[in-house]
């Protein structure tokens, strides 16, 4: 496959490529950590005590997503400057082609610039209805993540990632089309990827297997979730595609009414997933928070993270 245009490493300071590249260089793993976007200022306040809590574990990066079809993107992008302005951490700014128009990506991809963040995830996103929506593009946007991950990488020396589907993808035909999706996103110029959270490690397993058979080799990082409530989880599993074994149902089903059993199943399940990704030799773990941080740092020092980062 062509390699990219640019840099592939992406050498400017504070590039995460070259960071990926360093820690798998010394076998160490990268651990990360996403928040979804605070909606007003009470989540925000929880949101900045989260960061607090988890700063100190010095993860490789930290993001924030957008809303619902774009929706908080003007609170997205100002949290990510903060980020990259009053704290330690890495930030990735996400962006996404809901909404937009090519001119407000370019703004938005330069606000980023002038705070310091050197990262994009750049992704497609999904429509205000919900991922199984019909897809309808701003009529001066653009269509897919391929196109948003060329534009990132015309506009500057940014890192890029894009997303990766170890389920299906609720507007793929299947697995294999998912790879080819990726590989072509490699090929454009992204330089890493983060999945969808799964609960199947041979999934993403046979997603590393997939895309290599491809000719790219382009980083994967597993995204995991911390079950914490059973009705959010088979919601959020829903919209995304995400396949909830049988035998997990079955373990969050049994304590559903003990709200503590149901977060302490959750956390030993999110455990022997990141256990058994990392034996497996992915690049490490992408925690998706749900904006807490006590789940995520239980996971964390069960697996003896901090020995190994």
């Known amino acids: 496959m062509p390699a990219p245009t640019g840099d592939p490493t992406g050498s400017a300071p504070g590039s995460l490529p070259a960071a990926l590249a360093e820690l798998r260089a010394t076998g160490r793993p990268s651990i990360s950590f996403e928040f979804g976007p605070p909606r007003d200022d009470a989540a925000e306040a929880v949101f900045w005590q989260t960061i607090r809590v988890l700063e100190p574990l010095a993860p490789t990066f930290v993001s924030v997503t957008y809303g619902a079809g774009g929706s908080t993107r003007d609170r997205t992008v100002r949290i990510t400057q903060q980020l990259a302005q009053t704290t330690t951490l890495t930030p990735v700014g996400h962006l996404t082609c809901v909404g937009a128009s ?3 990506l370019r703004r938005v991809i330069g606000e980023y610039a002038d705070a310091g963040v050197r ?5 497609r996103g999904d429509p205000k209805e919900g991922p199984r929506a019909p897809w309808t593009p701003h009529p001066d946007g653009l269509n897919y993540a391929v196109e ?5 990488r015309e506009l500057g020396s940014f890192g890029v990632g894009v997303a990766a589907f170890p389920d299906v993808h609720p507007a793929s035909t299947d697995l294999d089309a998912d790879a080819r999706v990726l590989a072509l996103k490699a090929e454009a110029g992204a330089q890493f990827a983060v999945t969808q959270f799964f609960f199947t490690p041979d999934d993403y397993f046979r997603l590393v297997d997939r895309v290599a058979a491809l000719g790219c080799d ?10 914490t409530s059973v ?3 088979q919601r959020m599993a829903e919209l995304s595609g995400a396949d909830m ?3 997990l149902i079955e373990r969050l089903h049994a304590v559903a009414d003990d709200p503590a059993a149901v977060r302490a199943v959750g956390v ?3 455990t022997e997933l990141g256990s058994a990704l990392l034996e497996g030799g992915a690049p490490g773990l992408h925690f998706y928070t749900m904006n807490r941080s006590t789940a995520t740092l239980e996971v964390y020092e069960r697996l003896g993270l901090a020995a190994r980062v």
């Open 102 to 104: 090519r001119s407000e």
């Open 119 to 123: 990262n994009i995830m750049a992704l």
């Open 148 to 152: 948003l991950v060329r534009l990132a």
């Open 218 to 227: 382009i980083p994967i990082l597993p995204g995991i979730m911390p079950v």
């Open 231 to 233: 009705k959010s989880i």
């Open 245 to 247: 074994p049988a035998q």
């Open 268 to 270: 030993d399940v999110a």
